[in-house]
């Protein structure tokens, strides 16, 4: 039987329910990790979209069980933790998905709209965090993966004032846990997507959808699946040296000036 990369390791993926094509990043890092081995903990607030993902990872020969929650509530962050280690004995994992957007400038945010890309966000992140690095602690350690976006490292082309500042609150999140914890043993790390085709963003144009294509150096369009085979190094143990690093899985846009790749959209 040959060795799987997560073998013995059990996984919370937040965000996991199945949102149908194009596929979620949630979804998507489940699924990876359960077929390299880990039990996992489909964390949504969707039972039909959750039902959907369980039903995909068991066909695969997966592992996986459903835990509903609303993650900006602390009370069923806890919980969610406590169902992992019930059910599986430890945890290892923990892969911070779920997130909404937040449009405009500063001068036309409403504090409603603010208050809630707050909550699933960022202050999901921090409970659900709270509660999981004592639980891996008892483990023996681990890896939280944390998702934002390359909107939190520089100003994209939406102007989306709340979900920027919440990606950017993500990343520091990261790095913050990863100094504070590395002696207990958990690694903390962030991928930063770029222009993937995901949920999130399928109701976008052709022509938009195009021209995030085009404006990337490798000139290909990411996939929900280009993320999760990053969040699945970075949970195992090849990467038991990496922590408190930002990954951007974004074509290589990251890395060039507005005018390097000005001519990519002719």
């Not at 036309?108 to 202050?123: F, G, M, S, T, Y």
């Not at 914890?181 to 790390?189: A, E, Q, S």
Request: some cysteine.
């Amino acid at each position: 039987m040959s060795h799987k990369r997560l073998d013995g390791k059990s996984a919370i993926v937040v965000g996991a329910g199945a949102r149908g094509e194009p596929t979620g990043t949630g979804f998507a890092a489940a699924m990876l990790f359960a077929k390299e081995g880990a039990q996992v903990l489909l964390v949504d607030y969707d039972q039909d979209r959750a039902e959907a993902s369980l039903l995909a990872i068991e066909e695969a020969g997966g592992c996986a069980s459903i835990f509903l929650a609303d993650v900006t509530n602390e009370d069923n962050c806890r919980d969610m933790v406590a169902t992992c280690s019930e059910r599986y004995g430890a945890l290892h994992i923990l892969y911070n998905n779920v997130a909404t957007g937040g449009s405009g400038t500063v001068t036309d945010i409403q504090e409603a709209e603010l208050d809630e890309v707050l909550a699933l966000n960022l202050k999901s992140a921090i409970f659900t965090c709270k509660h999981a690095i004592p639980a891996m602690k008892e483990s023996g350690g681990g890896s939280i993966i944390n998702i934002a976006s390359i909107d939190g490292l520089r100003a994209g082309g939406a102007r989306n004032v709340p979900y920027a500042v919440t990606k950017a609150g993500m990343i520091q999140l990261t790095r913050v846990l990863a100094v504070h914890h590395g002696r207990d043993n958990i690694r903390v790390n962030c991928i930063a997507p770029g222009h993937i085709y995901a949920p999130f963003v399928r109701r976008i144009d052709q022509e938009t959808r195009a021209r995030r294509r085009k404006i990337a150096p490798l000139g290909t369009e990411g996939t929900a699946w280009d993320v999760a085979w990053a969040a699945l190094f970075l949970a195992s143990d090849e990467a038991r040296w990496i922590s408190g690093v930002v990954l951007p899985v974004d074509a290589g846009l990251l890395a060039a000036t507005p005018l390097a790749v000005y001519d990519n959209l002719s």
